[in-house]
């Protein structure tokens, strides 16, 4: 039997009847794993696969994840695993310690079945930065479109159908854009819900634990899971946690809505926007109350300018043990400084390159004021107009981005509102720490396009609620790429 596409629920039921065990559900994933031709994989996880799989014999009825695949953003610590970040620099590098995610997962009976790809220690939003290349669009099986990243290798995994689930990981959109390319939902968590121990650290006051999924309700498993207090991450939250899953269907139906206008009047995809309107039409005809709502275009426009700053700053100060003594190739050199030098330009690509030498200016004495700092304060005007909206309304809806997946190579411009705002606009949720979720909405030449729910910090429950509900008006749920 074929297994590929099925959802979390679906599997479970084979499971459980043991129409298909955990052993053999993972011999049919490690086969489509390896004539993966989108380039997804760092490192195919066989042996541990099997023999994990090999030792789950009964099936825990109460237990959805148990026997269940899922692949592993390679920024995420796996013992006994490679994970390189898609890096030279840690070329090699195998952790003596697993992630609290890959634990609980574990702990949960899920099947680890591999690492993914990803932009270079996640910096980049293209999922072309990587140090074994390119990763691309299972959707275009011309290989001329891309996926997104940064977790380009767990989106591309995911859309194809070979998972259920996948963990990435969301710094600025690295969850939520490359679901929308992909057709998935790509779920980001309220900062701190899920702790991050054993998570390279890009941007530590931004980053969050991702998951993709092809369904609302499979992401709030995966929280269930994920979810709560982590003694080795101090910025873990100790407030309680929700039952995800449980009545996902009981959606507030007096909700309220906020589109930003500025946000919507940044695009120029007549069918993205016509397919958005049908879906703001859908959520007025079944009850919920939508307006459109402004922010001041100034501070939408400073959206990416402000998370360049503050992630490069913070990356630069996170990566400094990648010296080539702690971390990294080791190079001879008469000196320190020498030893450094020949492990980083070595080590890095160019995008990391570029992106700490701006960190670094950013951080030096004489230019923090006028840019860390200022990154800093206009941070906070952002999180400040956000959060004057989710006093009145229960959630923020927008495109997800402006268009369908990019053409390899597709140039756009920089300087314009559809790249400044609508190209960007997803780090709202990453600004002030919001729980925040992507989901399919319509299709264009083929190629799936999203919408995205943001709502209020520890209220992931009902952005999964919400979701759900238009999921099931859209009828956009469970769709896999299809196969060569």
């Not at 500025?262 to 005809?285: A, Q």
């Not at 990648?322 to 190739?329: L, R, T």
Request: include cysteine.
């Amino acid at each position: 039997m074929n297994y590929r596409g099925l959802s979390i629920d679906e599997l479970h039921a084979l499971l459980v009847a043991k129409k298909v065990t955990p052993l053999e559900l993972a011999q049919e994933v490690l086969a489509l794993a390896k004539k993966d031709s989108n380039n997804a994989f760092e490192y195919i996880m066989e042996k541990e696969a099997l023999d994990f799989a090999a030792s789950l014999t009964e099936p825990e009825e109460n237990n959805p994840l148990w026997g269940i695949p899922f692949v592993i953003k390679d920024n995420f610590s796996t013992k006994d695993v490679p994970t390189t970040g898609s890096s030279n620099i840690l070329k090699g590098y195998v952790p003596v310690f697993d992630a609290t995610v890959v634990e609980k997962l574990r702990a949960a009976k899920a099947v680890a079945i591999g690492k993914t790809t990803l932009d270079e220690l996640a910096m980049g939003g293209t999922g072309t930065s990587g140090h074994l290349g390119m990763t691309f669009n299972p959707y275009d099986r011309k290989h001329e479109r891309l996926v997104g990243g940064s977790s380009c290798g767990s989106a591309a995994v995911t859309a194809d159908g070979f998972v259920p689930f996948a963990l990435g990981s969301d710094t600025g959109d690295s969850t939520r854009k490359p679901a929308s390319y992909a057709g998935l939902v790509g779920f980001k968590p309220t900062w701190s819900r899920i702790s991050r121990y054993g998570l390279f650290p890009f941007a530590p006051s931004l980053d969050t634990v991702g998951i993709f999924s092809r369904n609302v309700k499979d992401s709030a498993y995966v929280l269930d899971v994920l979810a709560g207090h982590d003694d080795r991450d101090f910025t873990s939250s100790v407030k309680p946690v929700d039952e995800y899953a449980k009545d996902i269907e009981k959606v507030n139906p007096k909700a309220k809505i906020a589109v930003i206008k500025g946000i919507v009047d940044s695009i120029s995809d007549k069918v993205v926007l016509d397919k958005f309107n049908e879906t703001v039409e859908m959520l007025i005809n079944a009850g919920f109350t939508v307006d459109f709502v402004e922010i001041d275009e100034k501070i939408l426009s400073s959206l990416f300018p402000t998370y360049f700053v503050i992630s490069c700053a913070e990356a630069t100060s996170n990566n400094a043990n990648m010296d080539g003594i702690k971390f990294g190739p080791y190079y001879n050199g008469q000196t320190f400084e020498d030893v450094v030098t020949q492990a980083r330009t070595n080590g890095f690509g160019e995008l990391i390159k570029r992106r700490f030498i701006i960190g670094n200016f950013a951080l030096m004495k004489e230019n923090q004021k006028d840019l860390f700092l200022r990154a800093q304060k206009n941070r906070r005007v952002i999180v400040n107009a956000v959060n004057d909206i989710l006093k009145e309304y229960d959630f923020i809806y927008c495109p997800a981005a402006p268009s369908i997946a990019p053409k390899v190579g597709e140039k756009s411009d920089r300087l314009s509102n559809e790249y400044l705002i609508a190209d960007n606009h997803l780090v709202i949720a990453n600004f002030a720490g919001l729980p925040s979720i992507t989901l399919p909405i319509g299709t264009k030449d083929g190629m799936p396009f999203g919408a995205n729910f943001t709502g209020r910090a520890f209220e992931d429950k009902q952005v999964l609620q919400m979701a759900y509900e238009l999921e099931k008006h859209t009828g956009f749920k469970n769709i896999v790429a299809k196969g060569e």
